[in-house]
């Protein structure tokens, strides 16, 4: 399994403003998820970080909104930019290796006001 | 894209019985396909998979069955326990893209 430290695990921020989330993995992984889960709601791929290139965006998410770096095989961040009160929710990092399961960070909750 | 449709939304059974849960997909490419376990305020957590090659697997008190043909894969939860009680999501998705696919969740209540 691998162990994920996922930060910070809740804010309360300003509409307008901008938050970074960032994902530490205990070991180097190719492919990193971020997930959005809106309250109630089960998850939704927000992108695929992958080190070393552009991360690629489901539908219904882009870039301004939630850009991402992947600078190295065990780190990302997810930047929550411009926020407004409709983002709040819990924003998931995730890993998984080739043929294995997927494990989570312990998520953060985001609250716009 | 892939779709996953989970049902029901809500189940409540009484401690002891079983607890049954169905999802469908429908991209044939999928191959993985596991379930996860969300507690009120804690991440979700894996609990059991199953990929293409097998149509079924057992762990203890819980159970996954999948058809291929069919694009469906069930949730099995036998002697139902309080502790049982909590979201349930399944999800499909294929070894090259990895990225999970979720069901909806069905929020499951175990009756002491």
């Known amino acids: 399994s691998a162990v994920i430290s996922q930060k910070p695990s809740r804010d309360i921020c300003q509409r307008g403003t901008s938050l970074t989330i960032q994902c530490q993995v205990d070991?180097?992984?190719?492919?990193m998820f971020w997930y959005r889960q809106q309250p109630g709601q089960s998850l939704t791929l927000i992108a695929t970080?992958?080190?070393?290139?552009?991360?690629?965006?489901e539908s219904g998410f882009v870039i301004d909104k939630f850009p991402i770096s992947r600078p190295n095989l065990t780190f990302s961040t997810l930047t929550v930019s411009n926020m407004s009160p409709e983002d709040s929710s819990i924003y998931l990092c995730?890993?998984?290796?080739?043929?294995?399961?997927?494990?989570f960070g312990q998520g953060t909750r985001l609250t716009v006001v | 894209g892939e779709n996953v449709e989970q049902h029901p939304s809500t189940l409540s059974v009484q401690e002891g019985d079983s607890a049954v849960i169905k999802c469908t997909y429908s991209?044939?490419?999928?191959?993985?396909f596991p379930w996860y376990k969300q507690e009120l305020g804690k991440r979700p957590q894996l609990i059991i998979d199953?990929?293409?090659?097998?149509g079924e697997k057992k762990d203890q008190r819980i159970a996954v069955t999948l058809n291929k043909t069919a694009k469906h894969f069930s949730l099995h939860i036998t002697e139902t326990q309080p502790e049982d009680s909590a979201v349930y999501f399944c999800?499909?998705?294929?070894?090259?893209?990895?990225?999970?696919?979720f069901g909806s969740g069905t929020r499951l209540q175990v009756q002491p």
């Open positions: 995730s890993v998984g290796r080739e043929g294995t399961e997927a494990f």
């Open positions: 070991s180097q992984v190719t492919m």
């Open positions: 970080a992958n080190q070393g290139s552009e991360a690629t965006y």
């Open positions: 991209d044939s490419a999928s191959n993985y």
């Open positions: 199953i990929r293409s090659n097998v």
């Open positions: 999800a499909a998705s294929d070894t090259g893209r990895r990225a999970l696919t």
